[in-house]
T-cell receptor, first 115, second 119 residues
């Protein structure tokens, strides 16, 4: 079936370190891929998305490239800040058709950035 | 701009009690969703509604009912709460696709969640 697998956390980094959070997926058809971020005490917010192979989504210094050959959508940031501390969710959609945008989420990766 | 508003923020129930979680959005979205978030499991879809008057089961619907009261409001009801329903519940909404556009990738807008404990 369709699924998303993320690297387990927590990921603990020092400020200005390089971040990678791995995400791989299994899906039929041509899904769209997303990263959502959840700050403490809040709901999820869309961070970036990519809708077809080789697309690169980017926002707030974060980037992820849709790699169809490796079925991956790894999240990267060159220099993390304390304010980036949050839970990051990889998700896919678009394999179901219909009028709703049902997402399949990964389990989430907690990122803790220390000053 | 309120976005998606959920009430209550916290709730403690005893096994067998019932309650309704409320959700309202002010973005004129057609689609609304209820997810639950559990440690190590990510978010799982309970029910969704593509438009006013329609509802459909998601991945984990057992033990829940929903009502799409109007375009703005989508409530989730637990008729007889069980400890397995201890979780954080999120409501979300999104735009519907224009005709013929499948798949459609509008972002989901989430509320801040309801933390439910069933003892």
């Amino acid at each position: 079936g369709n699924s998303v697998t993320q690297m387990e956390g927590p990921v603990t980094l020092s400020e200005e370190a390089f971040l990678t959070i791995n995400c791989t997926y299994t899906a039929t058809g041509y899904p769209s891929l997303f990263w959502y971020v959840q700050y403490p005490g809040e709901g999820l917010q869309l961070l970036l998305k990519a809708t077809k192979a080789d697309d690169k989504g980017s926002n707030k210094g974060f980037e992820a490239t849709y790699r169809k050959e490796t079925t991956s959508f790894h999240l990267e940031k060159g220099s993390v800040q304390v304010s980036d501390s949050a839970v990051y969710f990889c998700a896919l959609s678009g394999v179901f058709g219909g009028a709703t945008n049902k997402l399949i989420f990964g389990t989430g990766t907690l990122l803790a950035v220390q000053p | 701009n309120a976005g998606v508003t959920q009430t209550p923020k916290f709730q403690v129930l005893k096994t067998g009690q019932s309650m309704t979680l409320q959700c309202a959005q002010d973005m004129n979205h057609n689609s609304m969703y209820w997810y639950r978030q559990d440690p190590g499991m990510g978010l799982r879809l309970i029910y969704y509604s593509a438009s006013e008057g329609t509802t459909d089961k998601g991945e984990v619907p057992n033990g829940y009912n929903v009502s799409r009261l109007n375009k703005r409001e989508f409530s989730l009801r637990l008729e007889s709460a069980a400890p397995s329903q201890t979780s954080v519940y999120f409501c979300a909404s999104s735009e519907n696709p224009p005709p013929g556009v499948i798949p459609y990738n509008s972002p989901l807008h989430f509320g801040n969640g309801t933390r439910l404990t069933v003892t």
